[in-house]
């Protein structure tokens, strides 16, 4: 199985602060990058699907971008809030794996208001 | 909008026991999957099901069994519980069949097991 890296571990940010965490992957055969936030005491929920060398995505203040020929994607976080609080993982896909994703251990932010 | 329901939420079993953790989807969606989540670790795959009738093994399918009972619903069993066993299962779907990684997983709210 292929380990997916997730750096840091955990983050500790002042509310407003921007932050940045990275995803590292094997990078042959890509095929999909995903990240979730995984709130306590709730289900992950899918922030992202990146498929193509260079994309970039956005949703609020949070967006992502993905470089495939290195292997790595990285989440930002502009103006952090404390109800960013969570868990943020990444997933990655190769192309014979079909759907199944493998998992980082994922970066858990902390936001003090 | 109930997306992926899972039951029971918490269960405590002793060693040697046996149960079956429910899922359930109603969004149409053909792939189905049980995860587990240990401290420290990511999410690793048990058993997948890419479409109804179709079951596959994960990262981790040892002393696991499952059963794609119709497109809506995976479970999940335990033959002979052990104490390696303790963790947070999810389950998830997705709308498409093999190949269709371009698509998010919806992930139900977990059912927390432990197994004295």
Redesign the interface.
Known sequence: ?LN?EQSPQSLHVQEGDSTNFTCSFPSSNF??L?W?RWETA?????LF?M?LNGDEKKKGRISATLNTKEGYSYLYIKGSQPEDSATY?C?F?RRE??????????TILRVKS | NAG?TQTPKFQVLKTGQSMTLQCAQDMNHN?MYW?RQDP??????IY?S?SEGTTDK??VPNGYNVSRLNKREFSLRLESAAPSQTSVY?CAS?P???????????????TRLSIL
């Open positions: 199985i997916v095929y999909a995903h979730y709730k289900s992950p929920e899918a699907v498929t993982l997933a896909i794996y079909g759907n199944k994703l493998v998992f980082g251990a994922g | 992926v792939s995860y420290g670790m990511g999410l690793r795959l997948y890419a994960g990262e999810f997705s498409g069949t093999g190949g269709w990684g371009n698509q998010p997983q919806h992930f139900g709210d977990g």
